[in-house]
């Protein structure tokens, strides 16, 4: 399967259809969730559907005041799809819930924007700590406004290597972790932390868990496939299996390693 490239763009910050009035949107729908769900944790399950949490509920109310206010459609995790507009903002509103309602301090907001089906901007916010990861389209990824890049290492053996699911067998990286929340996942590939992020054993993501971190992941100058071929950038409601590398060489490896 081919692997989507990258090249690093030094255009300006948000050029062409990313306005400031778009990212300042973005910024204030992930802030006032924060906001909202920062009291509501311990609160347990919502009771509406499996694994959905009453502070997902909330969150999503916030999100939807504000996306929808400002004139976006919106495909989001907890209430499918509403509005219309120019733009499809695609949001998972509380991505690492479980962490979240726990107190385990790693959750965010994701929201990816896309004109069409191209994805031109987004914005992921770790909750815990306050960092905003942000990226537009041929501009490169940012962290609090600081410019960031993927690591740049080739050898999986001296890889810290992240999964959502249990791998079923050890491939040889030199440290692992699973954080429960792949937007920030992906996020700490795109700013060097770590050097892959993937999807292990019977494991999948939706399009919201991951479309953000794309982008980011691609402007840092690392690098993303699906397992199987199929397109990650998709408003649909559907499974897939992504991977997430600082280099092609390490997405190689995970490719060829694809039994986990």
């Known amino acids: 399967m081919a692997a989507i490239t990258t090249q690093v763009s030094r255009e300006p910050h948000y050029r062409y259809y990313v306005t400031e009035a778009l990212v300042t949107t973005l910024r204030t729908c992930a802030r006032e969730i924060g906001d909202v769900v920062q009291a509501g944790r311990h609160d347990g399950f919502s009771g509406l559907r499996a694994s959905q949490y009453r502070l997902d509920v909330v969150a999503d109310e916030v999100a939807l005041q504000v996306l929808l206010g400002a004139g976006f459609q919106v495909v989001s995790e907890e209430s499918g799809v509403s509005g219309s507009g120019e733009f499809t903002v ?128 691609q402007e840092a100058g690392a690098v993303a496939a699906e397992y199987d071929g199929e397109a990650l950038v998709t408003v649909e409601r559907v499974r897939r299996r992504p991977v997430f590398a600082a280099t092609n060489e390490l997405l190689m490896f995970m490719q060829e390693s694809r039994t986990l």
């Open 90 to 217: 695609v949001v998972d509103p509380i991505d690492g819930s479980t962490n979240c309602d726990h107190g385990v301090p790693f959750f965010a907001t994701s929201l990816a924007v896309l004109k069409g089906s191209e994805l031109v901007a987004a914005l992921v916010m770790n909750h815990a700590t306050g960092t905003i990861y942000e990226a537009e389209k041929g501009s490169g990824a940012y962290r609090d406004g600081a410019a960031i890049v993927s690591s740049g290492q080739t050898d999986f053996s001296k890889s810290i290597a992240s999964f959502s699911g249990l791998p079923s067998r050890h491939l040889g990286w030199a440290q692992y972790r699973s954080l429960g929340a792949a937007s920030l996942e992906i996020c700490l590939v795109a700013d060097g932390s770590i050097d892959v992020f993937s999807v292990a054993n019977k494991s999948t993501l939706n399009p919201w868990d991951y479309l953000g971190g794309l982008l980011l992941a």
